[in-house]
């Protein structure tokens, strides 16, 4: 079955500073894709970048960049330059996988990560 | 503003009861998708539609119902609650029914059931 793992409950780092938000998957499809979200105390989800199972180049996304690491099945964070307002839960999430192969369409999502930025 | 719309943002009711949670996808999108965001279960997917019919089941309860309907919006609803059921509500959208092109979420609904 497919998984997702975020070892990390909560993590602090100060302002300006460059943070990594761990992912490792679990997946036995050659084709998949990878999600993270931001979600602040207002509680909405706040899509930040995505990662195809395929795609040669590690994604990028302003301050946020995916450390892509497909043989250690790992996705992971980077947030350069942290803000104040950076500071909120961050999920790690992969489509699942239908009966059949293929994307069943919903996402399976980690326990996430909450992530505090100091001044 | 998402493009997804939740009503209502804030519910709270009493065990036993019943409520009716709608959604209305971003504009052009077919397919939606119900998920229930607790503090001990995490995220978790309920159900998924796609221009109208029931394409996908998580872990929804057999207390909860969903449909799609033609205009495209969608409503959970939520029967026999209890207090366990008290929960962030998201409900998402995509243009296709395997989210390909990425999944646009609500601002959620959240239910306390007393």
């Known amino acids: 079955a497919q998984k997702i793992t975020q070892t990390q409950p909560g993590m602090f780092v100060q302002e300006k500073e460059a943070v990594t938000l761990d992912c490792t998957y679990d997946?036995?499809?050659?084709?998949?894709?990878l999600f993270w979200y931001k979600q602040p105390s207002s509680g909405e989800m706040i899509f930040l970048i995505y990662q195809g199972s395929y795609d040669e180049q590690n994604a990028t996304e302003g301050r946020y960049s995916l450390n892509f690491q497909k043989a250690r099945k790992s996705a992971n964070l980077v947030i350069s330059a942290s803000q104040l307002g950076d500071s909120a839960m961050y999920f790690c999430?992969?489509?699942?996988?239908?009966?059949?192969?293929?994307?069943?369409?919903?996402?399976?999502f980690g326990k996430g990560t909450k992530l505090s930025v100091k001044p | 503003d998402s493009g997804v719309t939740q009503t209502p943002k804030h519910l709270i009711t009493a065990t036993g009861q019943r409520v009716t949670l709608r959604c209305s996808p971003r504009s052009g999108d077919l397919s939606v998708y119900w998920y229930q965001q607790s503090l001990d279960q995490g995220l978790q997917f309920l159900i998924q539609?796609?221009?109208?019919?029931?394409?996908a089941k998580g872990n929804i309860l057999e207390r909860f119902s969903a449909q799609q309907f033609p205009d495209l919006h969608s409503e959970l609803n939520l029967s026999s609650l209890e207090l366990g059921d008290s929960a962030l509500y998201f409900c998402?959208?995509?243009?296709?029914?395997?989210?390909?092109?990425?999944?646009?979420f609500g601002s959620g609904t959240r239910l306390t059931v007393v």
């Open positions: 998402a959208s995509s243009v296709d029914p395997g989210g390909t092109y990425g999944y646009t």
């Open positions: 999430a992969m489509r699942e996988t239908g009966l059949r192969g293929g994307s069943q369409g919903n996402l399976i």
């Open positions: 539609y796609y221009n109208g019919e029931e394409r």
């Open positions: 997946t036995s499809d050659q084709s998949y894709g």
